[in-house]
Structure formats: C-alpha cells, structure tokens
C-alpha cells in the first residue's frame, strides 16, 4: 500500500505539471457508460428448478462500453462494488421471492449508467434456532487467548490452519484483536473497528488488518506497516454491513454483504463456514481467500475480553535471596544432601546425590544441576539436592524462583520446601510445599501440590498449566503463603489456589529444596538414549511484608 500511495502522488504531481505547463490542455469529451448488459445466473437453474436449488445463490455479470467499475445496490441497502463487473450474490429469505437489483456502471469523471434487474430466487433453507440463539446480538470477537486462533491451510482443508498457525496473542498489535463482531437480528452486521477506544492496550483504536494488495479493495490509502503478506493497522471505521446465513453443499455459512469481513481482510466472497460450532460461547470459521489460493481459519469467542485481575502479593520486601553470582555454591545458605536416602527418598528414584561439581555448581550467574547418567555407589545416575534446612527457614511470605528446567524421559527436577521439623518428625505430619514439579515424560505440563496428612502421595493437592518452552527457556516459579490461602504461580499466573488453616502444618517454618530426581514414582520411565541434563536457576528471592 506504501507502494501505490507513492505512485498515486507521482502521477497527481505530473498531471498539475502538465496543467500549468499548457494552458490549453484538452481531457477529451467526459462520456458515460453505454450499452449496460446484465447476465444473471441463479445457482442449480434449470427447467426443473427454474428458480434455483434452493441455495439463495445467484451470480451478476454486467458489461458496459466504457465502464471502469460496476456498483451493485440490494432492496436491504447493502452494496458492493467489482471492478471486473461479476459478482456472486448470496439471498437469504425463505421461499420464492423477486428481487430487484440496481446495477450501476461508473466512467470516467463520475458518469455512470444504470438499469434494475429483477432476478427470481428459492430459498430453502432456514438457519436452525440454536444458531440463531447463539449468534445473534453478541459481542464477538477474534478468541486471541488460545493457540491457533488465526491461521492458514488448503482450500477445503480438514485439519484446521496446516500451514501456519498463530500461538496466542501472537498478532498483539496489528489491528484484529479489539474489533468487536455483532450479528443484529434485524440482519444487519456491526463491525466496531475501536472497540477499546483510546483506552486499548492491545491494538491502537480504528484499525484493521489484511492481505496485502487485496485490502486495496477498502478503499483506504495510508503509509502503513507492511510485513511480508500482511498490511498493518489500516485506519478504518466502524461500519454497518448485512449478514444471513446459507448452507451451500449442507455447510452452514455466514454471509456477509459489501465489504464486511471478520479479523484479517482476505477479499473473496466475504462468506465464513462454519466449521464448528460445538463450544461454548465459540465458532471456529474458515474463509477461502480472495485469490483462491489459501482458506483462512479463525477462532471467534463472545466471551468478554477483559482479562482476569492481575494477582497481586502481599509480600513486597526481600527478605533472603541467592543470585549465584559467584564461582562456587555458597554454603552459608545451603547445604548439600547425599546418597540415595531410604527407598530413593520415599519415592523409588533412581539417582545418587553428591556434591561433585559435575552434579551442581555455579556458572555464570546461574546455579546448574545436573543429572547424568554414571555410575556411583550402586546405582546408575547422579545428581544433587541442595537444601537450606537449619540455615534458613521461615513462615509465610512469597518464594520467586528463576529457572529452566531439564529435558529427557525421567528426569523429575523440583522446586519445593519442605517443614522444617523433619526429619525428625514424621512425613507427611510436617507438610510439603511442592512450588513447581515437572516430568520429562509429559513435558507439556508443570504442577505444583500440597502434601499433608490426609492429602499425600497419590491423594495430594494438585495444580498444573500447560507449558510449551520450560526446558528452553527460564520462567518464573513462585508460591505465596499465608495463614489464610497459599497459592501457585508460573509468570504471574495462578494455577492453584488452596485454603489455609490451623488445621494443616502450614502454619510453621519450612525450609527450601532444589534438586532433579532420576525415575521414581512421578519421573517415570528413564530414556534409554538419557545421558545428562540440567536445571539453571537464576536467583532464589523470598519475601515479606
């Protein structure tokens, strides 16, 4: 769009050039189109259905000497205008019923040349009540929270965006996240292109986005960002436009009249399939683009967007911290635990802890535990723990943790804290705090658990979240503890709550753990290709009030 906006000024400067250079310049007689001629084509015509398929379906080709561009204007007041002349029009009412169509040819300087066509349609079919119940008179919008929302695959593709799909709130920024979709049920279709107003953090207000040559088709020129295929934040306003609903070959399909269009402008015949329609408060859509060549695929939601209060500690003032700034493990704030423990401490695990420095050490800024595959005191891997038991214990405030966590079949790290009262009292009387737990067997989740008498082992309380990147990159891992409610975050984010009393050992010291476990009751099977892999943590803060 850059492009023609330049070149639109180049040839504006030559014309004034022209003109002031020849006083006497002659732009030729200004004549309007003749000969208009309007062919119609009502889908599944024939002498035995004269009238149609029943689809609603008709196709406009008008021809004209002269005409740069043709204009199409219904009985509802919806338009559209086509450069070539063909346009593929979608009726809606049920039954056989006449249409007139105001068809108007465009010359040079504005003339124009019109005629009204009366065109014969059936109508068969009748939108479902719980559709209807569904769409109409909601806010939608582009669900831009959940991992393919927004994508591309072939045409009449089954397999949802094959060929590229977005990860959530990947397109902040562009245009498409706060237009707002209402489907009114006098027929006519609101798109709010500033749903947020000036107040929107998400995308700047009044724009949206599209295909790069086929949103030329908008009539808009600006300087806009451009980014390979994509045309950024293309001013536009909110407008109103008509909607119906068909279903060509039995597909249920939105179709929307003029220039109306649904997250990322594609051109093409402005119609949505319905792919699916089985969740709640959600329709997953997809649309062939205006070249043919691609369906888009978006996810629709009318749940509001307004996204959940931002959790909020009450612990605010670092009271201990390690930032592993140094070369070497400081032992005035942990202690190293080895050996196996009784039964793989409890848990059946495979590894032997030591304090050798292939196991845990600090290195640039990041403490790095290590778990290999060797073999020591009997048993086929090592590792470490390090706790901070008898040097730093503590209750109630808000432990962060910076880290990133180990891959492989097996492998089992944590991030926890444990009563300060064992081992001399009995587990799981003195209560487990498990920040985060993750198993490279399932490395799609982490979890977080609660283990006190009552709800231990395989009856603990337990929070997780889906995870994409955690052996790839660091996250943040914290637990805020208090009297009334201790709850689990990764990156802010709560993923389990849990109400506190003075029922439960939560009320007492704990001390701090990290370590990677080998097998075991949670680890799993260990790969048989596992040689070694590592935990980095970056800092270990906790604070009060």
């Known amino acids: 769009m850059k492009n023609i906006l330049k070149t639109g000024l180049v040839a504006l400067s030559l014309v004034f050039a022209s003109a002031c250079s020849n006083d006497d310049y002659d ?163 609101t798109h709010i292109t500033n749903a947020n107003n000036d107040e929107s953090e998400i995308d700047p207000s009044g724009t949206v986005f599209g295909r790069i040559n086929l949103v030329d088709q908008l009539g808009v020129s600006c300087d806009c960002e451009v980014q390979g295929a994509d045309v950024l934040n293309i001013p536009y306003n909110d407008y109103t436009e008509n909607w119906s609903i068909s279903a060509p070959g039995g597909n249920e399909t939105i179709n929307l009249t003029g220039l109306g269009f649904i997250g990322y402008y594609i051109g093409g015949n402005h119609r949505y399939e319905i792919f699916d329609r089985s969740g709640t408060n959600e329709l997953i859509l997809r649309s062939t683009d205006g070249n043919g060549e691609f369906d888009w695929w978006f996810i629709l939601t009318s749940d509001s967007a307004e996204e959940e209060e931002e959790f909020e500690s009450q612990f605010n003032t670092e009271i201990w911290s390690d930032d592993f700034d140094g070369d070497a493990l400081n032992t005035d704030n942990w202690n190293y635990e080895i050996g196996n423990g009784d039964n793989g401490w409890g848990n059946g695990e495979a590894q032997y802890y030591t304090d050798a420095q292939d196991n845990v050490k600090v290195e640039n800024g990041n403490l790095v535990i290590t778990a290999k595959r060797e073999a020591e005191s009997g048993f086929d891997f090592t590792s470490a723990r390090i706790t901070t038991k008898d040097k730093f214990e503590f209750t109630f405030g808000r432990v962060e943790v910076r880290a990133k966590l180990p891959a492989g079949g097996g492998t089992w790290p944590a991030i926890w804290m444990l009563g300060a009262g064992w081992p001399e009292e009995t587990w799981p009387g003195v209560g487990e705090m498990d920040i985060m737990e993750f198993v490279g067997n399932d490395p799609d989740r982490i979890s977080s658990a609660l283990h006190f008498p009552g709800n231990s082992g395989g009856n603990a309380i337990v929070g997780d979240t889906e995870v994409s990147d955690v052996t790839s990159e660091f996250h943040v891992y914290e637990v805020e503890w208090t009297a009334e409610k201790i709850t689990f975050l990764m990156d802010g984010e709560p993923h389990l709550e849990f109400d506190n009393d003075d029922s439960t050992p939560f009320q007492d010291d704990f001390y701090l753990l990290l370590n990677i476990a080998m097998g075991g009751t949670l680890g799993g099977d260990i790969a048989d290709d596992f040689q070694e892999s590592t935990m980095e943590v970056d800092y270990v803060k906790v604070y009060q009030e």
């Not at 003749?34 to 196709?59: A, K």
């Not at 719980?130 to 669900?143: A, C, F, H, P, S």
């Open 27 to 189: 732009i030729g007689e200004i004549v309007a189109p003749t000969n208009l001629q309007v062919e119609t084509n009502v889908v599944g015509q024939s002498e035995d259905m004269p009238d149609g398929d029943g689809s609603g379906e008709v196709t406009f080709s008008a021809t004209a000497d002269g005409a740069m561009t043709y204009k199409y204007v219904f009985g509802n007041g919806s338009s559209v205008t086509t450069s070539n002349g063909v346009y593929t029009h979608q009726f809606s009412e049920t039954g056989t019923k006449v249409y007139t169509v105001n068809i108007i040819a465009y010359g040079p300087g504005g003339t124009a040349s019109s005629m009204l066509v009366d065109v014969e349609v059936l109508v068969t079919y009748a939108p479902p009540a719980d559709l209807l119940e569904k769409l109409v008179g909601k806010e939608w919008r582009i669900k831009a929270e959940v991992p393919g929302h927004f994508g591309l695959g072939p045409v009449g593709g089954l397999e949802g965006p094959e060929f590229f799909a977005v990860s959530a709130n990947e397109k902040v920024g562009v245009g498409m996240y706060d237009d707002r979709y209402i489907f009114n049920e006098d027929g006519t279709f």
